[in-house]
């Protein structure tokens, strides 16, 4: 049973001092995240010297680099694994964006804050842990080859994994069962990774809360002598000690401080420590695991005087090397869920989405549809073991619903400001209950409240279960902002447009492409002047109901900011006049985007095009205009300064990843430019409310840029033919 403190020594401790160094030494790897790397260098020294390890000891990361060596994978194939790694896409916590269904990335563009949460009868629910350990997981499945042994002594090199009882505190020394749960339990960071529960019911997480280098679990158990590798990062003085991260950080250090030092006591002149200088990386400095390694060797061989104490022949070598037999990946003769129905999903439901129809499957078919399924939303963790069961492989699927659902909340805002001009808000809030009835309908209720505001209800109801064709009818109120500006820039009217919505659609999911839908519409159309004291000239009231049809098609890898992927969008409505339609038109707004990425620079082109056609002479007031301005939107203008009945915008963005950010807090910090180009049809005169074509409009920016877990966030300047300089500062996604 894996978690189960072994009580009996390892093979060889019986083995006299003078046994050594042929019998090999023991090799003691502490936990420090990223700089857990270092670990890797050391063990490339150690080979060049011919040094024999006799077993292994590690926590967090040095438990991951330990066990996955204690296997048997060749050093120079682990380098290969971590240099093809997707550090941001793994610590991101999510799902490939692309292969996620539409139907759960359909609110992506909302500014949201990147958190969701769970309405429960006693409150708001929170997540277990800012990351999703999901893709980890996997990956560490595919480190130790789904190795399941019944004691880690038959390992090609005996091997222990520490854990942390987070009920009581103590240490939890993993021996047995399966190799990449015991290295997951080992490297389960409280609050940043999701907590593991062992078969006895532990909850455990990082083991460096006990015993961050566990050397009693080598020492005097498999051999006399032992190399320890302390990655783990120095406490900082008073005065480093500025604000709440840095108290949590000295906090979590003090503790694997102390026990460290604890477990140091029991070394003897005969041991050697090994401490890497990691200066200036951190335990989140996943992207330069090359440079810590090369700092891990040069602090092997900068010992490597003392270390030679332990080399052997290279025929004693060869022999010991031998028996480090390389591990290969399983092949799958049959998938089960082992589980009791949740909330709102079923084990059976899952096995039939699991299932295979050859007669064996590599692991790596089966991991990918455990990413499909995972993509859909509805699970928290989708972990599994691989057994032999009567000679056949057995990979059982152990689900754990998602602990927020099946009711959702999230809420963000957008934030922009230009000058000179005024700055809008606009707090955002959202509902969506999931898996409401057996066929999977749900519904989704929207909140905005500030310079535009709104409030919509839907309910969404595919035909059965797993339906691409599905119904939807929604019920909403917005109140748009709609500014006239002076040919001076300045403002010269402010009008509201408060429009009641009716929408009955039919429509087909397109999987994680996107959807088509397809239906009736029915919108009130009441302006106002936003200044009471100047009303001004106002449009007419007017209903306009008809017919519309959508396409939206979405690959983009980030939403907020996209650096791979295309993007389109397109709605066409048609109004009926005997529908009881105010106004006869044809009316289409279409958004096509591409995003590609070379090295850390990325190119977004966009073209935006929307606009009214058949309009008569007689309702000339009676459309809502289309506009340009903005920043990215005709840079140099006021939002929506330019208005007409028609519009086009072709922009190309260049963004220069300048550094990432910790996955807990955004992607990256970007530099970048803008080159825009723009023009009206049927524009707006703002004195004599004439109509007029304008020139085709050029227009640029440059900006500093963040893609945050709060929303993008730009500082920048901008200009444009006929607009003027202007700064921005904006938050949020629609741009």
């Not at 922009?416 to 989704?444: I, K, M, Q």
Request: proline share 5%; with cysteine.
């Amino acid at each position: 049973m894996a978690g189960v403190l072994a009580q009996t020594a390892w093979a060889g401790a019986e083995a006299a001092v003078d046994a050594y160094p042929p019998q090999g030494v023991g090799l003691v790897l502490g936990g420090g995240g990223a700089r857990g790397f270092a670990h890797l260098g050391v063990l490339k020294e150690l080979e060049r010297l011919r040094v024999p390890i006799a077993c292994i000891a590690g926590t967090s990361a040095g438990a991951l680099i330990g066990g996955i060596y204690a296997n048997g994978l060749p050093l120079e194939q682990m380098e290969r694994e971590f240099d093809g790694a997707d550090w941001e896409a793994l610590l991101s916590g999510k799902p490939v964006r692309a292969d996620v269904p539409y139907d759960r990335k359909r609110d992506d563009y909302k500014n949201y804050l990147d958190i969701t949460f769970g309405l429960k009868k006693d409150g708001l629910g929170v997540p277990r842990s800012a990351i999703n350990s999901q893709e980890i997981e996997l990956y560490i499945h595919k480190l130790t080859r789904d190795r399941v042994v019944g004691n880690f002594d038959q390992l090609p090199i005996p091997f222990r994994a520490i854990a942390t009882d987070l009920a009581t505190g103590e240490p939890v020394v993993f021996s047995q069962g399966s190799l990449a749960r015991a290295l997951r339990a080992s490297m389960a960071v409280p609050g940043l990774f999701d907590l593991i529960e062992d078969d006895e019911g532990r909850l455990l997480v990082d083991g460096g809360l006990a015993r961050n280098l566990p050397i009693q679990d080598v020492k005097g158990r498999c051999a006399d002598h032992v190399i320890v590798v302390d990655v783990s990062t120095p406490l900082m003085k008073a005065g480093e000690i500025h604000s709440l991260f840095d108290v949590v950080a000295q906090t979590s250090n003090l503790m694997v401080s102390r026990n460290a030092k604890e477990q140091m006591r029991k070394l003897d002149k005969g041991d050697i420590v090994i401490k890497p200088d990691l200066n200036g990386y951190t335990s989140a400095s996943f992207n330069e695991h090359q440079a810590i390694t090369q700092r891990g060797e040069a602090a092997a061989k900068a010992l490597a005087k003392q270390l030679e104490a332990y080399s052997v022949s290279e025929e004693e070598y060869a022999a010991w090397r031998r028996r480090l037999a390389r591990p290969h990946f399983p092949l799958i003769d049959k998938i089960q869920v082992e589980g009791k129905p949740g909330q709102f999903t079923k084990p059976e439901q899952l096995a039939k989405s699991l299932a295979f129809s050859s007669v064996v499957e590599p692991v790596s078919s089966a991991q990918s549809r455990l990413r499909g399924v995972f993509a859909g939303g509805d699970y928290d963790r989708l972990t599994y073991r691989v057994d032999n069961v009567s000679g056949r492989n057995v990979m059982t699927v152990l689900p754990l619903e998602r602990s927020i659902g099946p009711n959702f909340m999230r809420f963000g805002l957008n934030l922009s400001s230009a000058t000179p001009g005024e700055s809008n808000f606009n707090f955002l809030a959202s509902h969506e209950w999931r898996n409401a009835n057996s066929a999977g309908g749900a519904w989704r209720n929207d909140v905005s409240i500030g310079q535009n505001k709104l409030i919509k209800t839907e309910w969404y109801q595919p035909l059965y279960e797993g339906s691409p064709v599905f119904t939807a009818a929604s019920l909403g109120y917005r109140q748009d902002f709609l500014p006239v500006y002076n040919s001076d820039h300045t403002l010269n009217l402010e009008w509201n447009n408060n429009v009641g919505s009716v929408r009955l659609d039919g429509g087909l999911a397109l999987g994680r492409y996107g959807e088509w839908r397809i239906g009736a519409y029915r919108d009130d159309n009441h302006f106002s002047s936003r200044v009471s004291w100047l009303p001004g000239v106002v449009p007419p009231n007017y209903r306009d109901t008809g017919i519309a049809s959508s396409l939206v098609v979405d690959q983009f890898d980030n939403p907020k900011w996209p650096r791979a992927g295309y993007f389109f969008s397109g709605r066409v409505t048609k109004s009926i006049p005997s529908w009881g339609s105010d106004v006869n038109l044809t009316s289409y707004d279409t958004v096509l985007e591409y995003a590609k990425t070379l090295g850390s620079v990325t190119m977004r082109l966009s073209a935006k095009n929307k606009g009214a056609l058949n309009r008569g002479n007689d309702e000339a007031f009676l459309v809502v205009p289309r506009s340009l301005g903005g920043f990215l939107n005709l840079s140099g203008y006021q939002d929506s300064e330019l208005i007409g009945e028609r519009s086009s915008l072709f922009r190309s963005m260049l963004y220069w990843r300048a550094s990432s950010l910790p996955a807990a807090l955004g992607s990256g910090v970007y530099a970048g430019i803008s080159m825009e180009l723009g023009k009206i049809w049927g524009r707006v005169g703002t004195n004599d409310w004439s109509q007029s074509n304008s020139d085709w409009i050029p227009a640029g920016s440059v900006f500093l840029a963040a893609d945050t877990i709060i929303g993008p966030f730009f500082v920048g300047m901008g200009t444009a033919r006929g607009g003027k300089p202007t700064a921005y500062l904006y938050l949020g996604t629609d741009y």
